[in-house]
């Protein structure tokens, strides 16, 4: 160090001692000097301080870590390390970031929190397993894999070893780690070893732990389990060791202790009918049971315990007579505690009550003799050495003997159970190695201490003293790896304690003495340790006693009660008592108290009493050993089997005595932490070197202490030598080892000053260079404003005078021009005011002489209305006169005429009149009506002429059509395209202008309609609509929500089915290879030496499909099935279910049938009833000619089919024949080819030949029936038609007119087909011009959304899209590219195979040059021939399925087809199946379909592991689900199909059920692929996504402890394999290359990628929440630019759509929190706001976590933490820490339909499936 350096200098922070937190911090504020006497100190809460200091008073104080540390995962990472430092590290990590677990170097120290925590889940097993112990924070799960790891690597036995004070949580810790194991080594068998193994935890905790004041669950006996494995390392067994069972508990117990578990549990359930027998009531009637005063314990229901208990025996292979003894033996021991034992009078004897009930209880559930037991419970046997006598009991005595009996018959159940439990976890097989759990009590020290603390303290001893030099011997071990100078280290060893307890004439020796002497007293054995051991260190006499005794332990002084140790050490149990119980009637309670040494005679056991003998085998003694003998040897043992192995340490602290959660008391904690050794850890790596840094991260944190020059060399480890020589002058603080540089306690400290004073300097010298830039700046600007500000003034006053003159002037023309305008102003007024009083004069007058005229008008209007009035009234009543006068004389005249008319109309001549009008009007109408039926004749000949045009010019269309298609076949159609385009152009410009214009005018109105709204409503109208403008939209608002919340919970639902069955489906394939595994066990087992024949129906009946066989066939026959049943007989045809349901399913459908055929019958006996009754009539004629017609035709083809067929087969023959008498290959081929020429020729004349004799046949028949309707006809006409001619002439027009009928019909279609033609090209060009209308719709949107935009923005966007369309440009580029390859090496391999075809016809031309000509026509015309008649179906011989499967599926690799069409094996398979199904064979298509699915299972068991296999198997199962529904028939599926795919559905089969069974069987391919995706790139995910620099040196490095050490790494290669991002981004192009070249669907791609990204996130946060060092503001940085690359390359590869990107947002929004400001309240509000896709424990534990790298850095406070906890108290979050790594989504396979047809699939030669025939 430094020699100018002083630690205690002002601002250095130490540790003062205290009484009431033990350790306190304070602050130095005055720089100390060596020898002062007072240290001047302030503390935390600002009070100074005058620490004394001196040799004699105080030393100085311990000193502070810097706040880095300060919560490190390791407690020898701390560079000052002591027990103040430790104390605060713990209180620290409990406290505020409620870590429960820290390292201590080797060990692990667990603090009790009292509450349940989330972190013992699968989840977390999962995440440490496989992880070295330093690379995680410390868990015990993290010990254990240490261990499991070690066993593997070191082939050596590990042990861990769990201590601690009784409530520290030992039974909790041991239970966890013996489930980490029963996980991790799950057994291979089905034997569920480990589930046997946590099984017995709920058996030991009943019968071996209890209530006390320090824990609710303590275990009062010690335990070492041991957990066997295989050569495996698969769980095979497990053995139990018990130690020093606490039997004192079951007689008596403190207040609020309780007894045993089982006790309570039993009462509980003492109302069960299965416990009327026990006897039992309430555990308060029970004084065993009682005397703690509180028989609860709260949160714990002792019946439901007992029930878990009853199932542990069962899963442990206990009978339930014997559990039912077990119970029996324990309510016994609560009844014996019930007896009641009176003394007499004397005092010195005493009797049983009488009629006890509880002692009849207690006989009866034992089965021994009342009597017997109630006489020797208060009698016992004297033996001398004459005689033998009985003596009486007192009654203490005998109450005493009755406890010990207790205690005795307890001590050997729990024995026996241990023993039973030790059988049911045996194993028969070879151990290989074990991991021991040691639960064992931790250190004791009470008020009274007797016989049981100085055990439990004894023990102790013994494993601090191999604590001790396990660590000594690790620290030996790493300094010389390292190759150090190594020196003795003075650690505490604590034999010279050990030796005063077991050594000779000992504390336990002098014990055991004092047993043997017959009046032997716990007084005088105190004696005999005073006069023996008051010499010795470690041991002391109390002042004020003489009955106790101090031993000095290594944890503390602890003073021995000398008062009952005799009597627990011999544990006397009466003889008479255990003979009553040997004797019992129950088998199980006699077994109890058989010794195993004892022999069959009693006599011969009572000579071998002696009294030289150290163990006297006394008759009247039960035992042979005590106590104390035996805790010691079996101490002994256990150390030995301990030093045999590898420890691992678990050190479990109390924080406080009243179990309040998370509640810390230092002084409790640095008890224990003295007790048990984590002090001692300490202070031995303190002595050494106890900070260790490798070079590189040496090297990394200090370079900036560092010169220049030494950065640019290469050598590290030498610039970091040459930088601790300069930095520290003392060569002994440090060490340079071969990895690692060591360094002395402090010394890290001072390096981490020396680095803050750099970084400090530094930034003084950046804001100094800063500040002066600033200050210049500054006054440059001053300097520049004053100028300005001159200038400025300057100028103003120069303006201000000018201003001043002109004004002086502009004044006195103001003047002169005011005075001027004032007098004419004035004159002017004069003027106006004279002329307007003339004005009004002059008006007066005249109005005066025009109102006299005026009234005098007025009078001359008055008298001529007047005397108007009165001339017309005269006029008015001489023309009323007159009127009346007319109206008289016209009555008269017309009542005469009236009469003259009724005599008129009596006459007949007047109707003759009428009628002649009528007969004329009808004539008129008849004329019309001929008119018009003329005209509408003469209109339908114009018609039908018109129609004969129109088809002669739909002809000649067409023809032109196809001759202009024929010279221009695009250009029209182009030309025609881009006058649609242009006029749709025009349409849509015309629509924009109207557009404009009716907004135009639509604004004016709207405008003019707002301003009269406005006007005429107020502000009450304005409130009353946006009220219920407002009330609406709430209403829609909460109808939407309540759809989107109907249909959210339907697709969750869906999901969750959809998930529930898939892992279903999953469980069920892992039994099914289960049951393989276990079926191919047993036939090796089984399997003999020598050859066995197997049938071939045995093997067929041994195929391993799971599914049950389907018949195929609707309206098959039942032939099959029946015969069936008879050949297996009806025992094995009921077991067939398959079979039942076929003959059920069959049944049904016959009735069915027969009922349709029943009314088809009825129905066909009443038409023809009605058709015998009624004529026939033409139609019928025609129905009958039809029907003629169909038949002909029928067997017309049926005969040429035959001879077709016939033909072939003799042509096949002929050819086979001589194919093997020719030995020439050319000429056989030339044979063939002219053999099949001719061949096709037949069938082409064959063809044309038919249709003939059809047309010919049609118009015979046509002929015959219009000979029979003209004879019909002659019958019916008169005798003068005899004429033969005329009939003759009829017959022949008849004829005539039925050929142009035929010839009509014939056009029809023509016309019919070409008109179709024409409406599908019309359609196609429509859909090209809607498509041309959409695409110029979204060019106007993004016109229309452009032209809204900022140019800035429109320049941003129109790159934008640049940008996506050259991607799509490029990705369809690439897409061609690729399919041109594939079509560029598909067509070179034909070209080869063709050219091959063509040299060895070329030679067969050279040796037969008849034959060449024919040879070229015969290959022209089988290539066409192929492409003609090929239907897409391939033929196969039953015999050749065994091969088709070999090759198509067993034997093919996906290199082997890589270059055909994806996905071809399924393709073939499926022509295969078309083809059975096609001759109606359902046994051929259900034999094919099984042995595909079953081999498709082998292929995949046999590559289990193989990606590239998974994914090409589940592509070919997906494809040929495709196919069986895109060809099923079904119309859901035949929307797509063209019609020629239409024409290839399958005709008679249904093969819905074998759809379902390959959907699981994809289903199964999907998992089993994702399982092989994830075990690949799960090793790749810590280390790419959190440890790889992916932006460099931006990560820092933290000093390191203990668990960084080599024991804990992976020694075996180099070094623990690396991954980047990068190699885990190539990993996942790699699967997607693969996927997508076998053709998987792009939905299932996304899928895959979907979950393999939840993989990535649920990794990744599961390490990132169980790490401290990757918790920092830069480690956020490399994880959200990690996560932004695997987004980009989801968005290169099209599938950011798949919903892969969300499966990424917990971890994008852990890195987020890790990068956000943690301040202030607005900050916690954000984070609340953006952590949506964390729960709360996640986001509360990644801020406990964060750590600062440097001191610039600030930690996250509590009060912040407890804020972001209050803002999240709504949420409903899931209880676990953790992702479930496990989880799948339900996968999901869309129907996608295949574009190829069948016809024109090729299957490539390389194959091998020449048997397969091209139908």
């Not at 060490?735 to 390096?751: D, E, H, M, N, S």
Request: glycine share 4%.
């Amino acid at each position: 160090m430094a020699s100018d350096y002083n630690p205690y200098c002002q601002f250095t922070r130490v540790w003062i001692p205290d009484q009431d937190d033990v350790w306190k911090a304070a602050e130095i504020t005055k720089d100390y000097k060596e020898g002062e006497p007072v240290l001047h100190l302030q503390l935390e809460d600002g009070t100074p301080l005058e620490y004394q200091v001196g040799p004699k008073s105080n030393a100085l104080p311990f000193l502070r870590n810097p706040d880095i540390l300060v919560g490190e995962n390791d407690l020898t990472a701390l560079s000052y390390l002591h027990e103040p430092a430790v104390l605060h590290n713990l209180r620290v990590r409990f406290l505020e970031s409620n870590n429960i677990y820290t390292y201590c170097g080797i060990v692990l120290v667990a603090i009790n929190p009292y509450e349940q925590l989330q972190i013992y889940g699968e989840e977390v097993i999962t995440a440490y397993s496989g992880q070295n112990m330093g690379d995680m924070d410390p868990h015990i799960f993290a010990v254990a894999e240490e261990a499991y790891k070690q066993m593997a690597r070191d082939e050596k036995n590990q042990s861990i070893i769990v201590s601690g004070e009784s409530g520290a949580g030992k039974t909790v810790s041991a239970k966890y780690a013996m489930r980490y194991f029963a996980t991790v080594g799950g057994s291979s068998s089905d034997a569920n070893v480990e589930e046997k193994v946590l099984a017995s935890n709920p058996i030991m905790e009943a019968i071996g732990n209890a209530k006390t004041t320090r824990n609710d669950n303590s275990s009062r006996f010690g335990k070492y389990i041991q957990i066997v494995f295989s050569r495996h390392y698969h769980i095979i067994g497990a053995n139990m060791r018990t130690y020093l069972l606490e039997k004192s508990r079951v007689v008596f117990q403190a207040e609020e202790e309780r007894n045993y578990h089982i006790f309570y549990q039993l009462c509980a359930s003492a109302t069960l009918p299965e416990f009327k027998e026990l006897g039992l009531t309430s555990a308060e009637d029970f004084t065993y049971t009682s005397l703690g005063e509180n028989i609860f314990i709260e949160g714990v229901n002792d019946a439901e315990d007992l029930k878990r208990t009853r199932e542990a025996f069962t899963l442990l292979g206990i009978k339930e007579s014997n559990q039912s003894g077990i119970f029996k033996i324990l309510a016994s021991i609560l009844h014996l505690g019930n007896v009641e034992i009176i003394s007499e009078r004397d005092g010195e004897s005493c009797h049983v009550g009488r009629n006890d009930v509880h002692l009849e209880h207690f006989c009866r559930l034992l089965g021994v003799e009342l009597k017997q037991m109630d006489h020797w419970l208060c009698h016992r046997k004297l033996a001398t050495a004459s005689e033998t006598y009985v003596k009486t009991m007192s009654c203490k005595q005998a109450n005493n003997a009755r406890d010990a009996l207790a205690k005795h018959i307890y001590a050997r159940l729990f024995d026996w159970i241990v023993e039973h439990i030790n059988k049911a976890l045996q194993t028969s097989s070879k151990q290989h190695s074990f991991i021991g759990v040691l639960d064992i009590y931790g250190f004791e020290t009470f008020e009274v201490n007797s016989f049981e603390q100085f055990c439990i303290n004894y023990a102790n001893e013994k494993l601090q003293q191999q604590f001790n030099s396990h660590v000594f011997k690790l620290e030996q071990e790493e300094y010389m790896k390292e190759q150090i100078p190594w020196t003795l280290i003075d650690f505490y060893d604590n034999q010279p304690c050990i030796d005063l307890i077991e050594a000779r004439l000992g504390i336990l020796d002098l014990l055991d003495e004092e047993c043997k002497v017959p009046k032997g007293t716990d007084q005088n054995w105190a004696q005999k340790l005073y006069k023996q051991h008051s010499g010795s260190a470690h041991f002391q006499k109390p002042r004020m006693s003489n009955t106790s005794f101090i031993i000095i332990h290594f944890a503390d002084k602890v003073e021995y009660q000398c008062e009952g140790f005799l009597e627990k050490n011999r544990d006397t149990v009466y003889e008479e008592q255990i003979n009553i119980l040997k004797a019992s009637q129950f088998q199980l309670v006699a077994d109890l108290f058989q010794e195993k040494d004892d022999l069959p005679s009693s006599k011969s056991s009572k000579v071998n009493v002696r009294s030289l003998k150290t163990v006297p085998k006394v008759p009247n003694k039960e035992h042979r050993k005590t106590v104390g003998h035996q805790f010691r040897s079996s101490l002994h043992l256990l150390m030995d089997t301990l030093n045999a192995t590898t420890p691992h340490y678990v050190r479990c602290i109390k924080p406080n005595d009243f179990k309040e959660a998370f509640s810390f008391d230092s002084r409790r904690a640095v008890q224990q932490l003295r007790a048990c050794g984590v002090l001692e850890t300490i202070r031995i790596s303190a002595a050494g070197y106890p900070s260790r840094w490798t070079y590189p991260d040496f090297f990394s944190r200090y370079r900036v202490l560092m010169r220049k020059s030494d950065l640019s060399s290469a050598d590290k480890k030498q610039v970091c030598k040459n930088l601790l020589e300069t930095l520290i002058k003392e060569p002994d603080m440090f060490q340079f080892g071969k990895t690692k540089i060591f360094f002395r306690a402090g010394q890290v400290a001072y390096l981490e000053k020396l680095r803050t004073d750099k970084f400090r300097s530094a930034c003084i010298k950046i804001q100094k260079t800063v500040r002066g830039w600033l200050q210049r700046i500054r006054y440059r600007k001053i300097r520049r404003a004053a100028l300005e500000l001159q200038r400025y003034g300057r100028g103003y006053l120069a303006r201000r005078y000018a201003e001043f003159l002109r004004q002086n002037r502009a004044a006195l023309i103001c003047q002169k021009q005011y005075r001027m305008v004032r007098e004419r102003r004035k004159f002017l007024r004069i003027r106006r005011a004279a002329m307007t009083i003339q004005a009004y004069t002059r008006g007066m007058f005249t109005r005066r002489i025009y109102w006299e005229f005026l009234l005098h008008h007025k009078a001359m209007i008055i008298q001529k209305h007047v005397r108007g009035w009165l001339q017309r009234k005269k006029f008015l009543r001489a023309r009323n006169a007159a009127i009346v006068i007319q109206c008289g004389f016209r009555r008269m005249q017309a009542k005469r005429l009236l009469k003259q008319r009724k005599i008129e109309a009596r006459s007949a001549q007047h109707l003759k009149k009428l009628n002649t009008g009528m007969e004329n009007k009808i004539v008129q109408l008849t004329r019309k009506m001929d008119e018009q039926s003329k005209e509408l004749k003469t209109q339908n000949e114009q018609l039908l002429t018109v129609n004969a045009s129109l088809g002669s010019e739909v002809t000649k269309l067409q023809k032109e059509l196809e001759l202009v298609r024929n010279q221009q076949p695009d250009g029209g159609k182009v030309m025609s395209l881009q006058e649609e385009v242009e006029k749709l152009r025009e349409e849509l410009q015309e629509a924009h202008t109207q557009r404009k214009k009716m907004e135009e005018e639509h604004g004016s109105e709207k405008l003019s309609l707002t301003q009269r709204v406005e006007e005429l409503e107020r502000e009450n109208s304005l409130l009353k609509t946006e009220k219920e403008e407002m009330n609406r939209r709430i209403q829609q608002q909460a109808k939407n929500s309540a759809e989107d919340l109907s249909s959210s919970s339907l697709e969750t639902e869906l999901d969750q089915e959809r998930e529930r069955y898939q892992n279903l489906l999953k469980e069920f394939s892992r039994l099914e290879m289960r049951y393989e595994n276990l079926k191919e066990e047993v036939s090796l087992s089984k399997f003999h030496p020598g050859h066995r024949r197997t049938t071939s129906d045995q093997i067929s009946l041994e195929s391993d499909s799971n599914y049950p066989s389907v018949s195929t066939s609707e309206v098959g026959d039942t032939e099959d099935s029946i015969q069936l049943v008879d050949e297996m007989g009806v025992e094995k045809a009921a077991m067939d279910i398959s079979l039942f349901m076929k003959l059920q399913k069959r049944v049904r459908e016959l009735e069915t049938e027969r009922k349709r055929l029943q009314v088809n019958l009825d129905k066909m006996e009443e038409i023809a009833k009605r058709k015998g009754s009624e004529a026939k009539s033409p139609t019928s004629d025609v129905e009958t000619a039809d029907l003629a017609y169909n038949n002909l035709k029928r067997q017309e083809l049926e005969s040429e089919n035959k001879k077709l067929k016939n033909d072939l087969n003799d042509l096949r023959k002929t050819i086979s024949e001589r194919a093997s008498q020719d030995s020439s290959s050319n000429e056989l081929q030339d044979s063939y080819n002219l053999l099949l020429s001719q061949l096709r020729a037949a069938n082409e004349e064959l063809d044309a030949r038919k249709e003939e004799v059809l047309i010919l046949r049609t118009q015979i028949v046509s002929n015959v029936q219009l000979q029979e309707q003209s004879e019909r006809i002659e019958s019916e006409v008169d005798g003068g038609l005899n004429n033969s001619k005329e009939p003759m002439d009829k017959e022949e027009a008849l004829k005539a007119y039925h050929g142009l009928c035929e010839s009509k019909k014939l056009l029809e279609a023509q016309l019919q087909t070409q008109t179709r033609q024409h409406r599908d090209e019309l359609e196609a060009l429509h859909t090209q011009i809607e498509l041309l209308k959409d695409d110029i719709e979204k060019k106007q949107e993004l016109l229309n959304y452009t032209s809204s935009l900022s140019p800035e923005a429109k320049v941003e966007y129109s790159v934008q899209q640049e940008i996506t369309r050259l991607t799509n440009d490029n990705l369809d580029l690439k897409e061609l590219v690729e399919k041109l390859e594939k079509n560029e090496r598909k067509l070179k391999k034909q070209l080869r195979i063709y050219m091959k075809k063509v040299q060895e016809l070329a030679a067969a031309q050279a040796a037969a040059q008849s034959g060449s000509s024919k040879g070229e026509l015969t290959r022209q015309v089988t290539l066409q021939r192929k492409e003609k008649d090929f239907e897409g179906m391939l033929e196969y011989m039953k015999e050749d399925e065994v091969l088709l499967i070999k090759t198509l599926i067993t034997d093919i690799r996906p290199s082997s087809v890589a270059a055909t069409v994806p996905c071809l094996p399924a393709y073939i398979l499926f022509m295969c199946i078309r083809h059975a199904d096609y001759v109606n064979d359902d046994q051929k298509v259900e034999s094919l379909l099984t042995s595909t699915i079953n081999a498709i299972k082998k292929v995949l068991k046999r590559n289990n592991d193989d990606f590239e296999m998974m994914s090409f198997w589940l592509a070919n199962s997906s494809r040929l689900l495709h196919c069986l529904k895109q060809y099923s028939g079904e119309e859901a599926f035949m929307t797509q199909n063209t019609p020629k795919q239409n024409e290839h559905c399958l005709k008679n089969f249904d093969l819905a059920e074998y759809r379902q069974v390959l959907s699981d069987l994809s289903i199964q391919i999907y998992q089993q692929l994702i399982k092989v995706a994830e075990g690949i790139i799960q090793p790749m995910i810590v280390s790419a996504m959190l440890e790889s620099e992916s932006i460099p040196s931006l990560a820092g490095v933290k000093p390191m402890g203990y668990r960084n050490r080599s024991s804990s790494m992976d020694t075996d290669a180099d070094g623990p394999t690396t991954y980047t991002l990068q190699g885990l981004i190539r990993q996942l192009s790699q699967f997607n290359s693969i996927m997508r070249d076998q053709g998987l669907d792009p939905e299932i791609v996304g899928q895959v990628f979907r979950q393999l990204f939840h993989c990535i996130n649920a990794v990744t946060l599961n390490n990132l929440l169980l790490r401290k060092d990757v918790c920092s503001w830069s480690a956020g940085m490399q994880l959200r630019y990690n996560t932004s690359q695997l987004e980009e390359w989801l968005r290169a590869n099209n599938l950011f759509q798949s919903k892969a990107s969300a499966t990424l947002e917990p971890i994008i929004q852990a890195a987020q929190l890790l990068q956000v400001k943690k301040k202030t309240s607005q900050d916690a509000e954000a984070i609340c706001s953006l952590c949506t896709a964390l729960t709360v424990q996640q986001i509360v534990k990644i801020l406990n976590l964060y750590t600062p790298l440097n001191e610039f850095e600030e930690r996250v406070t509590v009060s912040f933490i407890r804020n972001i906890q209050s803002n999240l108290q709504e949420r409903n979050d899931p209880p676990q820490l953790l992702m479930d790594t496990k989880h799948t989504f339900p996968v999901l396979f869309p129907y996608a339909p295949s574009a190829l047809n069948l016809e024109t699939m090729h299957i490539p030669a390389s194959l091998g499936l020449d048997f397969l025939i091209r139908v």
